[in-house]
């Protein structure tokens, strides 16, 4: 599986922006995407998360009500809506891949070692 991101840039605070991640290689419905994000000094942590089979999602709390997760099966794209965004959703955003297709409930199940397949990132820069 080969993951590519666009769509990041630089947006005012309460701006939004949407990211793409779209994947090349067999199996999109058989795997999960999530979108992680990782600011300078700070730890690689799950955004949001689609189980492309079924459409079941996750959200941190720090997201949920700004952002909106979405796959275009026949595209073989997600696509991560992004608005009303803070200064403090500045970082670089990775998608993932990883079988089977299972978003977890809880943050402490997106340990980003168990994610097999990596995009290269999107840089989201937030002014004040």
């Known amino acids: 599986v080969q993951l590519v991101e666009s769509g990041g840039g630089l947006v005012q605070a309460g701006g939004s922006l949407r990211l793409s991640c779209t994947a090349a290689g067999s199996g999109f419905g058989d795997y999960a995407i999530a979108w992680f994000r990782q600011a300078p000094g700070k730890e690689r942590t799950a955004v949001s998360c689609?189980?492309?089979?079924?459409?079941?999602?996750y959200y941190a709390n720090s997201v949920k009500n700004r952002f909106i997760i979405s796959s275009d099966n026949a595209k073989t794209t997600v696509y991560l809506q992004m608005n009303n965004l803070e200064p403090e959703d500045t970082a670089i955003y990775y998608c993932?891949?990883?079988?089977?297709?299972?978003?977890?409930?809880?943050?402490?199940?997106?340990?980003?070692?168990?994610?097999?397949?990596w995009g290269q990132g999107t840089q989201v820069t937030v002014s004040s």
């Open positions: 993932a891949a990883d079988f089977p297709a299972y978003c977890g409930y809880y943050s402490s199940e997106y340990e980003p070692r168990s994610w097999d397949y």
């Open positions: 689609i189980n492309t089979n079924d459409g079941d999602t």
